[in-house]
C-alpha cells in the first residue's frame, strides 16, 4: 500500500497523559499537514511541513502539542499532558509542492477519559 | 472560525436519485476542492475547480463555482448506495500562493439509500 499510513488508528488514554502518533506520508511527497477532526464537523488545519521544517502552526495548536518531521520523512505528532477536549480524529495528509490535491491518512482517533 | 457553511446539513436519497449539496466560504480563493469521507475514515480528493472556471465535470460529479456568491455546489447524478458519506468542501487561504492547508466546510452527510 503506498497511501499515507497512520499508526495507531485508535488510541485511548487518561486525562493527564501523553500520547504519540505517527503519520508516513506518500514517499515522494516532500508537503506533510495534520489536522484534527471532531464530529460532525470538517477537518481544522493544525499544522505543516515542507520537507523537514514545519512553516505554519494553527493557533488550535497549544503548547501542549508537538510535531516533528525528521529527515522530512515519518512525522510524529505529540500531545501531552491530555485533556479530555483534546478528544477527536487526528488526520495526517501529504502532498506534492507543485500539487493542491491532498492525501489523506485514514486518521487516528483519540479518546481521553 | 474560518470554515463556510454546507448545506443541507444532512441528505437522504434513494438510489438512481441526483444529489445537490451547497457550499459557502468567506474569503477569495484561487480553487475549491471537493473531498468525500466514509464513516470514520480518512478524505479522499474528489475534484479540484478552479476560480476561473464556472463549471467542471468528472464522471458522475459536476461542479460548480460561483465566485461572486463565495458559493460551489456538488452534483451527484445517478447516485449509487456507494456514495453514502460525507462531502466537505475546501479551500486554500486567502491570496492564493502554494495550497500549503485547507479550509474545509463542515460538511453534508449523504446517505443514499437501496
Known amino acids: 500500500d503506498t497511501g499515507v499510513s497512520q499508526n495507531p488508528r485508535h488510541k485511548i488514554t487518561k486525562r493527564g497523559q501523553n500520547v504519540t502518533f505517527r503519520c508516513d506520508p506518500i514517499?515522494?511527497?516532500?508537503?506533510l499537514y495534520w489536522y484534527r477532526q471532531t464530529l460532525g464537523q470538517g477537518p481544522e488545519f493544525l499544522t505543516y511541513?515542507?520537507?523537514?521544517?514545519?512553516?505554519?502552526k494553527s493557533r488550535l495548536l497549544s503548547d501542549r502539542f508537538s510535531a516533528e518531521r525528521p529527515k522530512g520523512s515519518f512525522s510524529t505528532l505529540e500531545i501531552q499532558r491530555t485533556e479530555q477536549g483534546d478528544s477527536a480524529m487526528y488526520l495526517c495528509?501529504?502532498?506534492?509542492?507543485?500539487?493542491?490535491?491532498?492525501?489523506f491518512g485514514p486518521g487516528t482517533r483519540l479518546t481521553v477519559l | 472560525s474560518q470554515q463556510g457553511e454546507e448545506d443541507p446539513q444532512a441528505l437522504s436519497i434513494q438510489e438512481g436519485e441526483n444529489a445537490t449539496m451547497n457550499c459557502s466560504y468567506k474569503?477569495?480563493?484561487?480553487?475549491l476542492q471537493w473531498y468525500r469521507q466514509n464513516s470514520g475514515r480518512g478524505l479522499v480528493h474528489l475534484i479540484l475547480?478552479?476560480?476561473?472556471?464556472r463549471e467542471k465535470h468528472s464522471g458522475r460529479l459536476r461542479v460548480t463555482l460561483d465566485t461572486s456568491k463565495k458559493s460551489s455546489s456538488l452534483l451527484i447524478t445517478a447516485s449509487r448506495a456507494a456514495d453514502t458519506a460525507s462531502y466537505f468542501c475546501?479551500?486554500?487561504?486567502?491570496?492564493?500562493?502554494?495550497?500549503?492547508?485547507?479550509?474545509f466546510g463542515k460538511g453534508t452527510l449523504l446517505t443514499v439509500n437501496p
Open positions: 495528509a501529504s502532498s506534492l509542492r507543485t500539487s493542491n490535491e491532498q492525501f
Open positions: 514517499s515522494e511527497h516532500n508537503r
Open positions: 511541513f515542507q520537507n523537514e521544517a514545519q512553516l505554519e
Open positions: 474569503t477569495s480563493i484561487n480553487n
Open positions: 475547480i478552479r476560480s476561473n472556471e
Open positions: 475546501a479551500w486554500p487561504p486567502e491570496g492564493g500562493g502554494s495550497n500549503y492547508k485547507l479550509t
